[in-house]
């Protein structure tokens, strides 16, 4: 054959190949990746870094593996580990029936607050008889419990917690009401665990995401839930945002959305006081444009007041959500989440659900897109850049391939360190 015609054939194999653009796997290096857990269920759902460390609070089922102390059913689940991803301790803390973390921040004197929801009261809660509510707790730099307290009771959980320059910390988080008119709140405690302020923002919504804004006061993120079936269930909601004050009395409050399923979960303060909201929607009306299909990642920004600047819709043609928003060293947002598409802006799917990690410029326009994960169901519930560059995702696995080192039982923390090219 000649040399002519093995060109023309090699460029053909070029063209049907794609070998001209790199593959996602190609895009990123994976500096460490692990598991953590037993043979039950764990998750991390917020992560602290300290002094080259990484500190994450969630939950675990499991009293086996890497889980020892377990109070029965669930705990809240705080462990170290190194920058390598070593673990250096683990407190499972509970009672003998469910409790869970949902945010944890770092405090000044070196210990942590996490905040999350307990059922129990007994084990580590310091609960009235029967108490079923919000749980706040204070643990030191070696993860002991200093002090524990009740901020709400009646069917409510802290969502989310935020610090402050005055060594204090604030906490949102949501009731359960009458007829499914559920009640955002947000509550302010010192270091010591003394009670300053507490404040209702309203019914109908459900609080999940709070940062102190420009001015002293706080923003707060999630969705209202004003539409439900005869049985009970949540067919509507619309993404929500309210601002306070610096006391936590409510200024403005604003609802984002269309006719279908919208929801904020994270939220982020510029510079200029602008805004920055990410969660997801199913609608593609009234605030919202551009949807891909199914439920897509919805990134939208407002100004100082909560007037719309501009939203943007990114995913493929499946379940597509943001779960929390990072803003990096260079000025871009890195955006974490979960995608079961395979199509669109979501990448390319390795099987069941992915984490998802998504890069956009600061007027919310794609510049980079990862898939993460193995075979199974995997999503991220965070991700940060740290100060050489990688980036740390965190989450949950149920995969034991690609990505995913392996996993001990139904579904496992998993953390990932990581570099894009």
């Known amino acids: 054959m000649s040399a002519h015609r093995l060109a023309l054939l090699f460029l053909s194999f070029l063209a049907f190949t794609g070998c001209d653009k790199p593959t996602e796997e190609e895009e990123y290096e994976v500096l460490w990746s692990k598991t953590y857990g037993g043979s039950l269920q764990e998750q991390a759902r917020s992560l602290v870094e300290k002094d080259g460390s990484y500190v994450f609070a969630g939950w675990t089922a499991s009293n086996n593996g890497d889980v020892v102390g377990n109070h029965g059913g669930q705990d809240v689940w705080v ?15 509970g009672g003998t029936r469910g409790e869970q973390a949902n945010s944890i921040k770092a405090s000044s004197d070196g210990g942590y607050f996490v905040g999350g929801s307990t059922d129990g009261a007994n084990g580590d809660v310091s609960a009235p008889a029967n108490y079923s509510g919000a749980w706040l707790l204070k643990l030191n730099a070696s ?7 009740m901020p709400q009771s009646g069917w409510s959980k802290i969502t989310a917690i935020t610090t402050t320059p005055d060594n204090t910390l604030v906490a949102t988080g949501w009731r359960v009401g009458t007829m499914g008119l559920n009640a955002s709140w947000q509550y302010k405690a010192s270091m010591q665990g003394d009670s300053l302020w507490f404040e209702h ?10 940062i102190q804004a420009n001015d002293g006061g ?31 009395l409510v200024q403005w409050t604003k609802v ?22 990410a969660g997801h929607s ?15 990642g919805w990134l939208v920004k407002l100004n100082t007041q909560g007037d719309l600047l501009w ?12 779960t929390s928003i990072f803003r990096t060293k260079d000025g871009q947002f890195l955006l974490s989440g979960f995608t079961d598409s395979n199509d669109g802006d979501a ?26 994960g193995g075979s199974g169901d995997d999503g991220a519930n965070g991700v940060r850049e740290d100060a050489d560059g990688a980036y740390l995702l965190w989450g949950y696995s149920s995969s034991s391939d690609m990505d995913v080192p392996k996993h001990q039982g139904n579904g496992d923390v998993w953390l990932m360190r990581f570099r894009t090219k």
């Open 256 to 277: 984002l959305g269309g006719t279908q399923h919208d929801q904020f979960d994270a939220v982020y303060t510029n510079a200029d006081g602008s805004i920055i909201l």
């Open 347 to 372: 990448g390319n799917n390795t099987g069941g659900k992915d984490a998802w990690i998504v890069v956009v410029d600061d007027n919310g326009n794609l510049v980079k897109k990862l898939t993460l």
């Open 311 to 322: 939203q943007k819709t990114i995913g493929g043609s499946g379940t597509d959500a943001f």
């Open 143 to 149: 993860g002991q419990m200093v002090w524990n307290q």
């Open 79 to 93: 462990v170290k580990v190194d920058g390598s991803g070593n673990l250096v301790w683990q407190r499972a803390l």
């Open 201 to 210: 923002a309203g019914r109908s919504c459900e609080s999940a995401a709070i």
């Open 218 to 248: 706080y923003l707060v993120a999630g969705r209202t839930n004003t539409k439900w079936s005869s049985s009970g269930a949540l067919v509507e909601h619309n993404g929500y945002i309210y601002k306070t004050d610096a006391k936590g």
């Open 282 to 296: 199913v609608s593609n009306d009234g605030d919202v444009s551009g949807n891909k299909g199914g439920a897509d």
